[in-house]
């Protein structure tokens, strides 16, 4: 009696021949390495979209808010798109915005952010800028990126070069105080496909994973961005609600060192 065996990849459990498929070698890097396939041309769609302002839109005018109050504490925003502003026409009504007030009302002091954020800043281009920045000057530094990176399927070794670069000098500056938050929610870009909405999703944990090594290493903390749907006040008084409690803990620790008892 003839035995048919173990099925193999070209025949069947009838021991017949079946045709196997050949994947062609593009599609196989696009699954495995979208960010090589697909970065580029996410790139230069991103870019587009940022600069139409149908689409997206940012606060005009000086990117600093202050409140009323003796001895203020200077806190500095660096980063991108959400950093920045996107979505709303003032930055009253930013992330600079509620994050003064939020730790203005905590604190009982003045409160004065400063915002160096570009709509399409990606990490690399942020590490090649710190260097005009006086980062001594703040009592708190507060990291915003991966929007850019996320969507734009920036590669996550260049991704851990650029962050790494950027944790570190701002850890080493005389700053007391640095947080990096985590990647806003790609549910923000509602008006691209599911396939590439899935994608984005997918790359910004990949660079959310990375980042939390990397604020780990250098004893920096990570505040996750809770998703939301739309970028606007709403978002960004629950994240500055968010941010401004860890830069308040913060503030009361320095306090508190200082204190004599």
């Known amino acids: 009696m003839h035995h048919l065996g173990a099925p193999t990849a070209d025949r069947g459990v009838d021991g017949r021949a079946v045709k196997v498929p050949k994947v062609r070698p593009d599609?196989?890097?696009?699954?495995?390495?979208?960010?090589?396939?697909?970065?580029?041309?996410?790139w230069t769609l991103f870019r587009a979209r940022t600069q139409d302002e149908r689409e997206?839109?940012?606060?005009?005018?000086?990117?600093?808010?202050?409140?009323?109050?003796?001895?203020?504490?200077?806190?500095?925003?660096?980063?991108?798109?959400?950093?920045?502003?996107?979505?709303?026409?003032?930055?009253?009504?930013?992330?600079?915005?509620?994050?003064?007030?939020?730790v203005a009302t905590d604190e009982r002091r003045g409160v004065v952010v400063t915002v160096s954020a570009e709509p399409a800043a990606s990490a690399r281009s942020t590490l090649g800028?710190?260097?005009?920045?006086?980062?001594?000057?703040?009592?708190?530094?507060?990291?915003?990126?991966?929007?850019?990176?996320?969507?734009?399927?920036?590669?996550?070794?260049?991704?851990?070069?650029?962050?790494?670069?950027?944790?570190q000098a701002l850890a080493s500056s005389n700053a007391p105080s640095v947080f990096v938050t985590g990647a806003a929610s790609m549910q923000?870009?509602?008006?691209?496909?599911?396939?590439?909405?899935?994608?984005?999703?997918?790359?910004?944990?990949?660079?959310?994973?990375?980042?939390?090594?990397?604020?780990?290493?250098?004893?920096?903390?990570?505040?996750?961005?809770?998703?939301?749907?739309?970028?606007?006040s709403r978002t960004y008084a629950q994240w500055g609600r968010r941010i401004a409690s860890h830069v308040c803990r913060a503030l009361d620790g320095q306090g508190a060192a200082g204190r004599v008892p």
């Open 188 to 232: 923000l870009t509602r008006s691209i496909s599911p396939f590439v909405r899935g994608l984005t999703g997918r790359h910004a944990r990949l660079l959310n994973f990375e980042t939390r090594r990397i604020c780990t290493r250098f004893g920096v903390p990570m505040i996750p961005l809770s998703a939301v749907n739309d970028l606007n």
């Open 56 to 102: 997206w839109f940012y606060p005009k005018g000086p990117p600093v808010i202050s409140t009323g109050g003796d001895d203020p504490v200077q806190i500095l925003v660096i980063g991108d798109g959400p950093a920045a502003g996107c979505g709303v026409s003032i930055h009253e009504l930013g992330i600079a915005g509620f994050l003064a007030r939020y």
């Open 27 to 42: 599609l196989r890097l696009l699954f495995a390495r979208p960010d090589v396939v697909l970065g580029p041309i996410f």
């Open 129 to 167: 800028g710190l260097q005009d920045i006086d980062l001594d000057r703040y009592d708190a530094i507060v990291l915003m990126l991966a929007t850019t990176d996320a969507f734009c399927l920036t590669s996550r070794r260049s991704w851990r070069r650029s962050m790494t670069g950027l944790v």
